[in-house]
Protein backbone atom coordinates (compact mmCIF):
# COMPACT_ATOMS: atom_id res chain seq x y z
CA UNK A 1 0.00 0.00 0.00
CA UNK A 2 1.46 3.40 -1.24
CA UNK A 3 2.80 5.00 2.01
CA UNK A 4 1.18 8.76 2.92
CA UNK A 5 2.74 11.52 2.14
CA UNK A 6 3.61 14.00 4.85
CA UNK A 7 1.47 16.55 3.26
CA UNK A 8 -1.71 14.17 3.70
CA UNK A 9 -0.71 13.63 7.53
CA UNK A 10 -0.17 17.64 7.98
CA UNK A 11 -4.26 18.06 6.26
CA UNK A 12 -5.19 15.64 8.49
CA UNK A 13 -3.68 17.05 11.44
CA UNK A 14 -4.95 20.23 10.63
CA UNK A 15 -8.70 18.99 10.34
CA UNK A 16 -8.76 18.27 13.85
CA UNK A 17 -7.31 21.33 14.61
CA UNK A 18 -10.56 22.74 13.17
CA UNK A 19 -12.48 20.26 15.25
CA UNK A 20 -10.87 21.64 18.32
CA UNK A 21 -12.17 25.63 17.38
CA UNK A 22 -15.42 24.09 18.05
CA UNK A 23 -15.06 21.20 20.41
CA UNK A 24 -11.96 22.15 22.96
CA UNK A 25 -13.51 25.87 23.28
CA UNK A 26 -16.91 24.39 24.47
CA UNK A 27 -15.11 22.01 26.53
CA UNK A 28 -12.51 24.81 28.41
CA UNK A 29 -14.90 28.19 28.51
CA UNK A 30 -18.62 27.16 27.87
CA UNK A 31 -19.02 26.53 31.38
CA UNK A 32 -17.20 29.84 32.40
CA UNK A 33 -18.99 31.72 29.95
CA UNK A 34 -22.65 30.41 30.74
CA UNK A 35 -21.92 30.88 34.75
CA UNK A 36 -19.88 34.20 34.47
CA UNK A 37 -20.70 36.12 31.44
CA UNK A 38 -24.04 34.54 30.34
CA UNK A 39 -25.62 34.51 34.41
CA UNK A 40 -26.99 31.08 33.74
CA UNK A 41 -27.22 29.39 36.92
CA UNK A 42 -24.33 26.28 37.57
CA UNK A 43 -26.94 23.61 37.32
CA UNK A 44 -29.08 25.13 34.83
CA UNK A 45 -26.06 24.94 32.69
CA UNK A 46 -25.05 21.41 33.62
CA UNK A 47 -28.14 20.07 32.70
CA UNK A 48 -27.57 21.67 29.13
CA UNK A 49 -24.04 20.52 28.65
CA UNK A 50 -25.57 16.67 29.63
CA UNK A 51 -28.53 16.96 27.30
CA UNK A 52 -26.72 18.34 24.30
CA UNK A 53 -24.27 15.72 24.69
CA UNK A 54 -26.66 13.26 24.07
CA UNK A 55 -28.51 14.65 21.97
CA UNK A 56 -24.62 14.73 19.99
CA UNK A 57 -24.37 10.76 20.54
CA UNK A 58 -27.46 10.67 18.56
CA UNK A 59 -26.57 12.93 15.86
CA UNK A 60 -23.26 11.30 15.69
CA UNK A 61 -24.89 8.06 14.42
CA UNK A 62 -27.19 9.66 12.21
CA UNK A 63 -24.08 10.95 10.66
CA UNK A 64 -22.77 7.40 10.28
CA UNK A 65 -25.80 6.08 8.31
CA UNK A 66 -25.42 8.79 6.18
CA UNK A 67 -21.90 8.10 5.25
CA UNK A 68 -22.62 4.60 4.93
CA UNK A 69 -25.56 5.20 2.74
CA UNK A 70 -22.88 7.72 0.35
CA UNK A 71 -21.89 5.64 -3.20
CA UNK A 72 -18.49 7.67 -2.93
CA UNK A 73 -16.52 5.86 -5.57
CA UNK A 74 -16.48 9.81 -7.46
CA UNK A 75 -15.56 12.22 -4.70
CA UNK A 76 -14.72 9.42 -1.83
CA UNK A 77 -17.35 8.96 0.97
CA UNK A 78 -15.66 10.70 3.41
CA UNK A 79 -13.92 14.27 2.42
CA UNK A 80 -16.77 16.09 0.52
CA UNK A 81 -18.77 16.45 3.94
CA UNK A 82 -15.13 17.95 5.88
CA UNK A 83 -15.12 20.93 3.31
CA UNK A 84 -18.74 21.95 5.33
CA UNK A 85 -16.87 22.50 8.42
CA UNK A 86 -17.25 26.39 8.25
CA UNK A 87 -21.57 25.61 9.41
CA UNK A 88 -20.11 24.17 12.91
CA UNK A 89 -17.33 27.08 12.97
CA UNK A 90 -19.98 29.93 12.59
CA UNK A 91 -22.50 28.02 14.89
CA UNK A 92 -20.14 27.95 17.10
CA UNK A 93 -19.36 31.48 17.61
CA UNK A 94 -23.36 31.72 18.10
CA UNK A 95 -23.16 30.15 21.15
CA UNK A 96 -20.31 32.35 23.18
CA UNK A 97 -22.93 35.16 22.14
CA UNK A 98 -26.30 34.61 24.55
CA UNK A 99 -28.25 37.87 24.10
CA UNK A 100 -28.98 39.68 27.58
CA UNK A 101 -32.37 39.03 27.99
CA UNK A 102 -34.94 37.49 30.54
CA UNK A 103 -32.92 33.99 32.04
CA UNK A 104 -35.87 31.98 30.62
CA UNK A 105 -34.85 33.08 26.91
CA UNK A 106 -31.22 32.80 27.82
CA UNK A 107 -31.95 28.84 28.50
CA UNK A 108 -33.47 28.87 25.37
CA UNK A 109 -31.14 30.22 23.61
CA UNK A 110 -28.52 28.38 24.87
CA UNK A 111 -30.13 25.00 24.45
CA UNK A 112 -31.23 26.18 21.19
CA UNK A 113 -27.74 27.71 19.42
CA UNK A 114 -25.61 24.37 21.55
CA UNK A 115 -27.86 21.66 20.02
CA UNK A 116 -27.31 23.17 16.22
CA UNK A 117 -23.90 23.08 17.18
CA UNK A 118 -23.52 19.66 17.60
CA UNK A 119 -26.03 19.30 14.94
CA UNK A 120 -23.63 20.16 12.53
CA UNK A 121 -20.10 19.36 13.67
CA UNK A 122 -21.43 15.31 13.54
CA UNK A 123 -22.10 15.92 9.91
CA UNK A 124 -18.39 17.02 9.77
CA UNK A 125 -16.84 15.24 12.37
CA UNK A 126 -17.73 11.50 11.79
CA UNK A 127 -16.95 11.46 7.99
CA UNK A 128 -13.34 13.47 8.98
CA UNK A 129 -12.93 10.24 11.75
CA UNK A 130 -13.66 7.84 9.57
CA UNK A 131 -10.67 9.24 6.83
CA UNK A 132 -8.21 6.84 8.69
CA UNK A 133 -9.13 4.08 7.85
CA UNK A 134 -9.80 4.94 4.63
CA UNK A 135 -6.59 6.57 4.04
CA UNK A 136 -4.10 3.22 5.16
CA UNK A 137 -4.36 0.03 6.91
CA UNK A 138 -0.74 0.37 7.90
CA UNK A 139 -0.68 0.03 11.95
CA UNK A 140 2.30 2.75 12.06
CA UNK A 141 1.06 4.92 9.60
CA UNK A 142 -2.46 4.82 11.35
CA UNK A 143 -0.34 6.12 14.53
CA UNK A 144 1.41 9.01 12.67
CA UNK A 145 -2.20 10.13 11.50
CA UNK A 146 -3.72 9.96 15.42
CA UNK A 147 -0.61 11.85 16.04
CA UNK A 148 -0.94 14.47 13.17
CA UNK A 149 -4.73 14.42 15.14
CA UNK A 150 -3.76 14.58 18.43
CA UNK A 151 -0.64 17.70 17.63
CA UNK A 152 -3.52 19.91 15.58
CA UNK A 153 -6.07 19.33 18.00
CA UNK A 154 -3.08 20.67 20.87
CA UNK A 155 -2.13 23.55 18.70
CA UNK A 156 -5.57 25.19 19.37
CA UNK A 157 -5.86 23.47 22.84
CA UNK A 158 -2.15 25.60 23.68
CA UNK A 159 -3.62 28.75 21.86
CA UNK A 160 -6.75 28.87 24.22
CA UNK A 161 -4.24 28.13 27.05
CA UNK A 162 -1.77 30.52 26.30
CA UNK A 163 -3.46 33.12 25.19
CA UNK A 164 -7.37 33.07 26.14
CA UNK A 165 -6.97 32.13 29.41
CA UNK A 166 -4.68 34.62 30.69
CA UNK A 167 -6.91 37.10 29.07
CA UNK A 168 -10.26 35.95 30.87
CA UNK A 169 -7.62 36.14 34.27
CA UNK A 170 -6.82 39.55 33.53
CA UNK A 171 -10.75 41.02 34.30
CA UNK A 172 -10.49 41.98 30.60
CA UNK A 173 -14.56 42.21 28.58
CA UNK A 174 -14.85 38.31 28.65
CA UNK A 175 -18.11 38.68 25.99
CA UNK A 176 -15.71 40.60 23.61
CA UNK A 177 -12.66 38.05 23.96
CA UNK A 178 -15.19 35.43 23.04
CA UNK A 179 -16.60 37.05 20.29
CA UNK A 180 -13.50 37.96 18.47
CA UNK A 181 -12.07 34.92 19.28
CA UNK A 182 -14.63 32.56 18.03
CA UNK A 183 -14.90 34.92 14.83
CA UNK A 184 -11.58 33.93 13.81
CA UNK A 185 -12.07 30.39 14.51
CA UNK A 186 -14.51 30.48 12.19
CA UNK A 187 -12.55 31.76 9.54
CA UNK A 188 -9.09 30.43 10.10
CA UNK A 189 -11.04 27.03 10.90
CA UNK A 190 -12.75 26.99 7.58
CA UNK A 191 -9.24 27.58 5.30
CA UNK A 192 -8.08 24.25 7.45
CA UNK A 193 -11.40 21.55 6.93
CA UNK A 194 -10.70 22.80 3.04
CA UNK A 195 -6.82 21.73 3.56
CA UNK A 196 -8.09 18.29 4.81
CA UNK A 197 -11.03 17.82 2.21
CA UNK A 198 -8.22 18.48 -0.54
CA UNK A 199 -5.10 16.70 0.43
CA UNK A 200 -6.49 13.93 1.93
CA UNK A 201 -6.94 11.13 -0.27
CA UNK A 202 -9.19 7.49 0.88
CA UNK A 203 -7.12 4.52 -1.10
CA UNK A 204 -9.14 1.85 0.54
CA UNK A 205 -12.59 1.54 -0.70
CA UNK A 206 -15.65 -0.15 1.12
CA UNK A 207 -16.90 -3.77 0.26
CA UNK A 208 -20.29 -2.53 -1.16
CA UNK A 209 -20.97 1.15 -2.07
CA UNK A 210 -24.17 1.28 -0.27
CA UNK A 211 -24.99 -0.40 3.40
CA UNK A 212 -28.11 -0.90 4.58
CA UNK A 213 -29.71 -0.56 8.20
CA UNK A 214 -29.85 -4.70 9.12
CA UNK A 215 -25.98 -4.72 7.73
CA UNK A 216 -25.11 -2.03 9.97
CA UNK A 217 -26.63 -3.79 12.89
CA UNK A 218 -24.97 -7.24 12.15
CA UNK A 219 -21.86 -5.67 11.81
CA UNK A 220 -22.14 -3.66 15.23
CA UNK A 221 -23.55 -7.04 16.64
CA UNK A 222 -20.43 -9.26 15.66
CA UNK A 223 -18.14 -6.55 16.62
CA UNK A 224 -16.68 -6.81 20.68
CA UNK A 225 -13.66 -4.88 20.10
CA UNK A 226 -15.90 -2.18 19.04
CA UNK A 227 -18.52 -2.09 22.15
CA UNK A 228 -15.47 -2.43 24.62
CA UNK A 229 -13.76 0.39 23.15
CA UNK A 230 -16.82 2.64 23.68
CA UNK A 231 -17.59 1.49 27.17
CA UNK A 232 -14.02 2.69 27.93
CA UNK A 233 -14.05 5.48 25.77
CA UNK A 234 -16.88 7.07 27.50
CA UNK A 235 -15.42 6.68 31.00
CA UNK A 236 -12.42 7.43 30.01
CA UNK A 237 -13.65 11.02 28.47
CA UNK A 238 -16.06 11.75 30.71
CA UNK A 239 -12.92 11.79 33.32
CA UNK A 240 -10.49 13.78 31.13
CA UNK A 241 -13.46 16.73 30.40
CA UNK A 242 -14.45 16.84 33.99
CA UNK A 243 -10.70 17.21 34.51
CA UNK A 244 -10.21 19.78 31.94
CA UNK A 245 -13.64 21.73 32.44
CA UNK A 246 -12.34 22.24 36.29
CA UNK A 247 -8.96 23.16 35.71
CA UNK A 248 -9.87 26.61 35.51
CA UNK A 249 -11.83 26.69 38.35
CA UNK A 250 -9.04 24.52 41.07
CA UNK A 251 -6.12 26.50 39.54
CA UNK A 252 -8.22 29.95 40.42
CA UNK A 253 -9.68 29.00 43.35
CA UNK A 254 -8.28 26.40 45.02
CA UNK A 255 -4.49 27.40 44.51
CA UNK A 256 -5.09 30.50 44.02
CA UNK A 257 -2.68 30.22 40.88
CA UNK A 258 -3.94 31.12 37.75
CA UNK A 259 -0.75 32.31 36.46
CA UNK A 260 0.04 28.34 36.18
CA UNK A 261 -2.86 28.22 33.05
CA UNK A 262 -0.36 28.79 30.32
CA UNK A 263 2.23 26.71 32.14
CA UNK A 264 -0.33 23.32 32.24
CA UNK A 265 -0.89 24.37 28.62
CA UNK A 266 2.84 24.48 27.58
CA UNK A 267 3.28 20.56 28.90
CA UNK A 268 0.57 19.81 27.44
CA UNK A 269 1.98 20.66 24.05
CA UNK A 270 5.30 19.15 24.85
CA UNK A 271 3.68 16.02 26.43
CA UNK A 272 2.23 15.66 23.31
CA UNK A 273 4.12 16.44 20.91
CA UNK A 274 6.78 13.85 21.85
CA UNK A 275 4.47 11.16 22.12
CA UNK A 276 3.12 11.98 18.67
CA UNK A 277 6.71 11.77 17.12
CA UNK A 278 7.47 8.48 19.46
CA UNK A 279 3.84 6.96 19.82
CA UNK A 280 4.48 5.07 16.44
CA UNK A 281 7.96 3.38 17.72
CA UNK A 282 5.78 2.73 20.93
CA UNK A 283 2.96 1.00 19.53
CA UNK A 284 5.38 -0.88 17.32
CA UNK A 285 7.03 -2.39 20.18
CA UNK A 286 4.13 -2.83 23.06
CA UNK A 287 0.91 -2.62 20.62
CA UNK A 288 -2.26 -0.61 21.16
CA UNK A 289 -3.87 -1.69 23.97
CA UNK A 290 -0.66 -1.71 26.44
CA UNK A 291 -0.27 1.80 25.79
CA UNK A 292 -4.25 2.68 26.56
CA UNK A 293 -4.35 0.94 29.91
CA UNK A 294 -1.33 1.80 31.00
CA UNK A 295 -1.88 5.54 30.06
CA UNK A 296 -5.50 5.33 32.09
CA UNK A 297 -3.72 4.04 35.19
CA UNK A 298 -1.76 6.92 35.11
CA UNK A 299 -4.38 9.46 34.52
CA UNK A 300 -6.06 7.86 37.69
CA UNK A 301 -3.17 8.26 39.84
CA UNK A 302 -2.64 12.00 38.43
CA UNK A 303 -6.76 12.57 39.40
CA UNK A 304 -5.76 11.32 43.23
CA UNK A 305 -3.30 13.65 43.34
CA UNK A 306 -4.35 16.98 42.21
CA UNK A 307 -7.60 15.67 44.67
CA UNK A 308 -5.22 15.34 47.72
CA UNK A 309 -2.63 17.99 47.19
CA UNK A 310 -2.75 20.31 49.51
CA UNK A 311 -3.03 23.91 48.57
CA UNK A 312 -0.30 25.15 50.06
CA UNK A 313 1.97 22.59 48.14
CA UNK A 314 0.87 23.66 44.06
CA UNK A 315 3.87 21.52 42.81
CA UNK A 316 2.11 18.51 43.78
CA UNK A 317 -1.23 19.55 42.13
CA UNK A 318 0.85 20.31 38.92
CA UNK A 319 2.24 16.56 39.12
CA UNK A 320 -1.01 15.62 39.41
CA UNK A 321 -1.52 17.29 36.24
CA UNK A 322 0.87 16.35 34.05
CA UNK A 323 0.11 12.85 35.15
CA UNK A 324 -3.41 13.16 33.90
CA UNK A 325 -2.34 15.21 30.77
CA UNK A 326 0.14 12.28 29.37
CA UNK A 327 -2.77 10.20 29.76
CA UNK A 328 -4.62 12.09 28.24
CA UNK A 329 -2.65 12.43 25.28
CA UNK A 330 -1.34 9.02 24.89
CA UNK A 331 -4.83 7.25 25.54
CA UNK A 332 -6.23 9.71 22.92
CA UNK A 333 -3.77 9.48 20.12
CA UNK A 334 -4.53 5.59 19.83
CA UNK A 335 -7.98 5.73 20.19
CA UNK A 336 -8.29 6.87 17.01
CA UNK A 337 -5.99 3.91 15.49
CA UNK A 338 -7.84 1.58 17.67
CA UNK A 339 -10.84 2.05 16.03
CA UNK A 340 -9.66 1.71 12.77
CA UNK A 341 -8.31 -1.75 13.91
CA UNK A 342 -12.26 -2.23 14.36
CA UNK A 343 -13.77 -1.69 11.11
CA UNK A 344 -10.87 -4.30 9.53
CA UNK A 345 -12.30 -6.65 12.43
CA UNK A 346 -16.13 -6.23 11.36
CA UNK A 347 -15.02 -7.11 7.83
CA UNK A 348 -13.63 -10.05 8.73
CA UNK A 349 -16.41 -11.24 11.01
CA UNK A 350 -18.82 -10.22 8.76
CA UNK A 351 -18.01 -9.24 5.48
CA UNK A 352 -19.32 -5.74 5.14
CA UNK A 353 -16.55 -2.85 5.66
CA UNK A 354 -18.59 -0.67 7.93
CA UNK A 355 -16.95 2.53 8.63
CA UNK A 356 -19.00 5.17 9.53
CA UNK A 357 -21.22 3.92 12.12
CA UNK A 358 -18.10 2.38 13.94
CA UNK A 359 -16.67 5.74 14.28
CA UNK A 360 -19.95 7.53 14.75
CA UNK A 361 -20.76 4.78 17.80
CA UNK A 362 -16.84 5.92 19.36
CA UNK A 363 -17.63 9.52 18.25
CA UNK A 364 -20.93 9.41 20.55
CA UNK A 365 -19.86 7.86 23.20
CA UNK A 366 -17.30 10.54 23.20
CA UNK A 367 -19.64 13.59 22.77
CA UNK A 368 -21.68 11.71 25.92
CA UNK A 369 -18.38 11.60 28.36
CA UNK A 370 -17.57 15.39 27.13
CA UNK A 371 -20.95 16.10 27.84
CA UNK A 372 -20.96 14.01 31.09
CA UNK A 373 -17.67 15.63 32.00
CA UNK A 374 -18.80 18.84 31.91
CA UNK A 375 -22.12 18.29 33.86
CA UNK A 376 -19.97 16.45 36.59
CA UNK A 377 -18.21 19.84 37.07
CA UNK A 378 -21.26 21.86 37.14
CA UNK A 379 -23.41 19.73 39.73
CA UNK A 380 -20.64 19.60 41.61
CA UNK A 381 -20.03 22.97 41.76
CA UNK A 382 -24.23 23.62 42.63
CA UNK A 383 -23.56 20.81 45.32
CA UNK A 384 -20.85 23.07 46.91
CA UNK A 385 -22.39 25.92 46.79
CA UNK A 386 -20.51 28.19 43.98
CA UNK A 387 -21.05 32.04 43.68
CA UNK A 388 -19.33 33.75 40.56
CA UNK A 389 -19.83 36.74 42.84
CA UNK A 390 -17.59 35.42 45.56
CA UNK A 391 -14.11 36.59 45.42
CA UNK A 392 -13.30 33.76 47.60
CA UNK A 393 -15.25 30.38 47.85
CA UNK A 394 -16.60 29.04 50.60
CA UNK A 395 -15.05 25.55 51.98
CA UNK A 396 -17.89 23.44 50.80
CA UNK A 397 -17.01 24.91 46.83
CA UNK A 398 -13.17 24.10 47.39
CA UNK A 399 -13.87 20.83 48.46
CA UNK A 400 -16.47 20.06 44.92
CA UNK A 401 -14.02 21.62 43.06
CA UNK A 402 -11.13 18.97 44.60
CA UNK A 403 -13.32 16.33 43.48
CA UNK A 404 -14.67 17.53 39.93
CA UNK A 405 -10.93 17.92 39.19
CA UNK A 406 -9.28 15.16 40.59
CA UNK A 407 -11.51 12.34 42.73
CA UNK A 408 -14.12 11.64 40.36
CA UNK A 409 -12.06 11.49 37.44
CA UNK A 410 -9.75 9.50 39.16
CA UNK A 411 -12.41 7.02 39.83
CA UNK A 412 -13.28 7.31 35.80
CA UNK A 413 -10.09 6.86 34.40
CA UNK A 414 -9.25 3.60 36.37
CA UNK A 415 -12.75 2.06 35.58
CA UNK A 416 -12.08 2.80 31.31
CA UNK A 417 -8.48 1.20 31.87
CA UNK A 418 -9.91 -1.45 33.31
CA UNK A 419 -12.40 -2.73 30.83
CA UNK A 420 -9.78 -2.84 28.23
CA UNK A 421 -8.70 -6.68 29.55
CA UNK A 422 -11.72 -7.40 27.48
CA UNK A 423 -10.08 -6.04 24.40
CA UNK A 424 -9.37 -8.78 22.79
CA UNK A 425 -8.05 -7.35 19.47
CA UNK A 426 -4.22 -6.79 19.62
CA UNK A 427 -1.92 -5.67 16.84
CA UNK A 428 -1.01 -9.14 16.39
CA UNK A 429 -4.46 -10.12 15.68
CA UNK A 430 -5.02 -7.10 13.65
CA UNK A 431 -2.68 -7.86 11.11
CA UNK A 432 -3.55 -11.56 10.97
CA UNK A 433 -7.11 -10.87 10.00
CA UNK A 434 -5.66 -7.79 7.51
CA UNK A 435 -3.96 -10.08 5.60
CA UNK A 436 -7.07 -12.67 5.23
CA UNK A 437 -8.89 -9.58 3.80
CA UNK A 438 -6.47 -8.66 1.37
CA UNK A 439 -6.01 -12.00 0.52
CA UNK A 440 -10.00 -12.56 -0.63
CA UNK A 441 -10.22 -9.14 -2.33
Not at 32 to 59: E, H, K, M, P
Not at 146 to 152: M, N, V, Y
Not at 336 to 357: C, F, H, M, P, S
Request: net charge positive; charged share 15%.
Amino acid sequence: MKKLSRTSIAAYGAGDAANSMIISTANMFVLVYYTDVAGIGAAAAGALLVAARVFNAFTDVAAGRIVDRVDGRRWGKFRPFVMFGFIPLLLSAAVFHVPDVEPGLKLLYAYCTYGLVCLAYSVVNVPYGCLVGAMTQEPRERARLAGARTIGGLSVGATLGFVVAPLLASGGDMQQIFTVMTLVFAVVGSGLYLFTGVACREQIGGSIPKITMRQSVDALKANSPLVVLCISSVLFVTGASATGAAQFFYLRDVLSRVDLFPVMAATQVAITLALAVVMPRIVGRWGKKAIYTAGGCAGGAGGLIVFLAPAEAPWLAVAGIVLAQLSSASVGIVTWALIADTVEYGEWKTGVRVQGINYALLAATRKLGMGFGGGVVAFSLAWGGYSSVLAEQADSALLAIRAAAGLLPAALVFAGAGIMYWYRLTDEKHAELVAGLQGSR
